[in-house]
Nanobody, 127 residues
């Protein structure tokens, strides 16, 4: 049974940091690209970042470039999202997603590209 379980969300003040984790099970983690998406209230789900199966390629949305870092640990079947310099506009439910591919991940920015999803974790940035 495939499972993606996010954790690490919470309430922080602007400028602070959070690290989200997504623990994967039930599939061959090393053969999947892993992405993070987010959805704010009243808005569409948006792409945040994706990392290739090897970790060698990482793509970021312009809105988070330079502030967020995606990484993966194959020994733990876990993908991380380090979020620094958080802004109120980063407030959203964050979801991790998995796509079976060893191709170029730069094109995988749509939610419909991904096969598996987690349940999401809430991130709130507010003073």
């Amino acid at each position: 049974q495939v499972q993606l379980v996010e954790s690490g969300g919470g309430l922080v003040q602007p400028g602070e940091s959070l690290r989200l984790s997504c623990a994967a099970s039930g599939f061959t983690f090393g053969s999947y690209a892993m992405g993070w998406f987010r959805q704010a209230p009243g808005k569409d789900r948006e792409f945040v970042t994706v990392i290739s199966w090897s970790g060698g390629s990482k793509i970021y949305a312009d809105s988070v470039k330079g502030r967020f870092t995606i990484s993966r640990d194959s020994a733990k079947n876990t993908v991380y999202l380090q979020m620094n310099s958080l802004k109120p506009e980063d407030t959203a439910v964050y979801y991790c997603a998995a796509k079976p591919t060893k191709l170029n991940v730069s094109v995988y920015r749509s939610g419909s590209d991904y096969d598996y999803w987690g349940q999401g974790t809430q991130v709130t940035v507010s003073s």
